[in-house]
């Protein structure tokens, strides 16, 4: 019998995992799937950043880094941050990680002790409740709805404010809902997170994947109380490389290398080479990808909405919600439907804080998107 701890006995292992094993097992015994659950880019890394990770490995560049990152991925992030975003840090300001989900680990870890409230928007990515809670955090959602296209409603957001809120956490263009929010109301987060005395964690990893909408970076209206957080996963196609950073208030940033210097010590130095290659010049990607993404959403969201799924439209990011009560009530048992009949892998809402939802990836070919059409209507027309 192994006695496991109290706190990770509490951390639910992420549903999207669980459907894609799922979806997994049954494309082993040979059903042909088609899976949209997962996220991440369905292109190759681009062949430059490929080059600098070679470049890197005959070099010799195979040891132990800077626990906040090699110096010149660092000033890479520090000078995109400014050219890009608008945001002027020193390199030192910047932290470098074992992905996006490393750097939002570290943040919670360096900032929150047992009881403080964090603010999440919902419905929001299932990790951050998940990464808060083992913290010691205290999750609290503030719900967003289909009807306003999930966006904040900033007095929403101040109605949940307690005298233990510490943290307020955005992600726009969010997933799953794809919401961008518009400078108005990062303004308003800005000032009521100032008159409150908040912090803000703001994840913009998806800030290149962005369609009828500009994205705006929130620390922009609060420099001293925003950790800004991203990675390179999304923007360029590098999910296995594992490269994330955070740029923020110099003592967070070193309180998050003292957390790093004690668990993974440093991103892999291979993969940071590549990451100052991305990250310094991948502008043809990035507009390449997001043509690419805003096509597909175009055709996925008509399609589920000419079934009968309702579905909003995103702004940005590659994920659509829809709506699957017509489908079962429950979108746990909707899941399994659409996945046992439909061979369709989709994410239940569930963890996402979105009940009678199903989230889609469109991160796959247009072809894929429209056998997926075709394999619903079959599911639909059968019922
Ligand atoms: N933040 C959001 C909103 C995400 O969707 C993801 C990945 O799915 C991440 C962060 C983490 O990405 P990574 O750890 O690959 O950088």
């Known amino acids: 019998h192994i006695s496991l701890s109290q706190k990770v006995q509490s951390l639910k292992p992420s549903s999207t995992v669980a459907v894609t094993s799922r979806a ?12 949209l659950s997962v996220g991440e880019p369905d292109f190759d890394t681009p062949p430059h950043v490929v080059a600098a990770a070679k470049a ?4 010799g560049k195979t040891r132990y880094t800077n626990v906040g990152g090699i110096p010149e991925l660092r000033e890479a992030i520090a000078a995109k941050l ?17 992905g996006g989900k490393q750097a939002l680990f570290n943040a919670f870890f360096a900032l929150l002790d047992a009881g403080d409230e964090v603010l999440i928007p919902a419905p929001y990515w299932v990790s951050y409740p998940e990464i ?48 961008v929010y518009p400078e108005q109301t990062l303004r308003a987060v800005a000032e009521l997170a100032r008159e409150k005395d908040l912090l803000i964690i703001t994840d913009e990893m998806y800030e290149h994947i962005v369609y009828d909408a500009q994205h705006v970076s929130i620390a922009r209206f609060a420099p001293e109380r925003t950790l800004t957080i991203n990675g390179a996963s999304k923007a360029y196609a590098m ?14 940033i070193q309180a998050m290398n003292a957390i790093q210097s004690q668990s993974t010590s440093n991103a892999n130095s291979i993969a940071q080479w590549a990451a100052v290659a991305a990250i310094s010049d991948s502008y043809e990607f990035i507009e390449r990808s997001r043509a690419a993404f805003w096509e597909r959403r175009d055709r996925i969201v008509a399609g589920l909405n000419d079934l009968g799924l309702p579905t909003p439209t995103p702004q940005g990011a590659f994920y659509v919600m829809a709506d699957t009560t017509s489908i079962h009530p429950d979108e746990l048992e909707a899941a399994r439907i659409i996945l046992d009949e439909a061979r369709v892998a989709v994410v239940p809402g569930t963890d996402f804080a979105a009940p009678g939802r199903v989230r889609l990836s469109y991160a796959v070919s247009m072809e894929t998107i429209e056998e ?7 599911l639909l027309d059968s019922r």
């Open 82 to 98: 400014q050219r890009e975003n608008g945001l002027t840090y020193a390199p030192e300001a910047v932290a470098v990680t074992s």
């Open 372 to 378: 997926v059409l075709r394999r619903f209507k079959a």
């Open 56 to 59: 890197a490995l005959d070099a």
């Open 239 to 252: 999910t296995g490389w594992r490269i994330g950073y955070a740029a923020g208030p110099l003592p967070l």
């Open 24 to 35: 997994l097992e049954l494309q082993r015994s040979g059903v042909d799937i088609l899976s």
């Open 132 to 179: 808060v809670s083992f913290a010691g955090g205290v999750p609290v959602a503030v719900p967003t709805t289909p009807e306003s296209g999930y966006q904040l409603d900033a007095e929403a957001l101040r109605a949940a404010v307690t005298s233990k809120t510490k943290l307020i956490v955005i992600n726009s263009p969010s997933n799953p809902t794809g919401a």
